[in-house]
């Protein structure tokens, strides 16, 4: 099962990443309702929001699942266009058999099912699903830059979770790995338990960008910056290497970062 709620926020929050494709998948499913897609033309609205708002739900809980399964071996950085493949596949392929109980449940009651239809049924699924995983992957192709706040403004919020021996330090770069982060800091690294995504939204109030996935960067930390096929990597001070993924690369060099 996939757990909605933050790793290392509040307790009760919800993961902005799982809302953010639940809300896409419930946009669609109102897209597809209101032009009546795929020979609905014939139903009320209302019966067509009935059939696709729980479809688009489940596709997009059993997406999550696919996602984050797939994140293991597919760098969607490096491959966006392998990822949005497999991620279709994945989710596609098995939610076809929901689809497909699910329209003889809600519109063919009484006839005998057929593996006919069952099959009929995969092109326009796996079309839906791939918009959706299109959306999902390219979407996300913006870097999340953080700014350094006023001088009277509060420390940012992410300070507070470093360990009591790099508190006051400064805080250079935060790494993703697995459900932790590795926080480098002039005084060392250490990993917290807490996702990236919630990590970002506590670091406003320092100048930095995410440059990677699973990378956040303090600008004032980067000394050099290496650049080749599409990509860079930023040397930090103290010795650190962060890599800058094809998809941010030109987002953070119309900043300045490079």
Not at 29 to 43: H, K, Q, R, S
Not at 107 to 128: D, K, M, Q, T, Y
């Amino acid at each position: 099962m996939i757990d909605p709620t933050h790793r290392g926020g509040p307790p009760g929050s919800i993961d902005p990443d799982f809302l953010k494709g639940v809300g896409i998948a419930l946009a669609a499913g109102v897209v597809l309702a209101f032009t009546g897609a795929f020979g609905m033309t014939g139903e009320g609205f209302g019966h067509r929001l009935i059939y696709w708002l729980p479809l688009m739900l489940a596709g997009a809980l059993w997406g999550q699942i696919c996602a984050r399964l797939l994140d293991r071996w597919i760098d969607s950085d490096r491959r966006p266009w392998l990822a949005s493949v497999a991620l279709t596949l994945a989710i596609g392929l098995p939610l076809t058999v929901v689809v497909w109980g699910y329209t003889v449940f809600l519109f063919e009651a009484g006839r005998h099912p057929s593996v006919g239809r069952l099959i009929a049924f995969f092109p326009p699924v796996l079309v839906v699903t791939g918009v959706v995983s299109l959306l999902n992957v390219f979407l996300q192709r913006k870097p999340i830059q953080t700014h350094a706040g006023a001088l009277d403004a509060p420390a940012p919020r992410f300070l507070d979770r470093l360990p009591l021996h790099l508190r006051g330090a400064t805080l250079r770069a935060v790494q993703s790995e697995d459900h932790y982060l590795r926080v480098h800091t002039d005084r060392g690294s250490e990993l917290i338990l807490m996702r990236l995504s919630d990590a970002l939204a506590e670091l406003q109030g320092l100048e930095g960008a995410q440059t990677h996935r699973g990378w956040w960067v303090a600008r004032d930390a980067v000394r050099q910056v290496e650049r080749g096929d599409g990509r860079a990597t930023l040397t930090l001070e103290g010795g650190v290497r962060a890599p800058v993924s094809r998809r941010y690369a030109r987002a953070l060099r119309e900043a300045g970062w490079y």
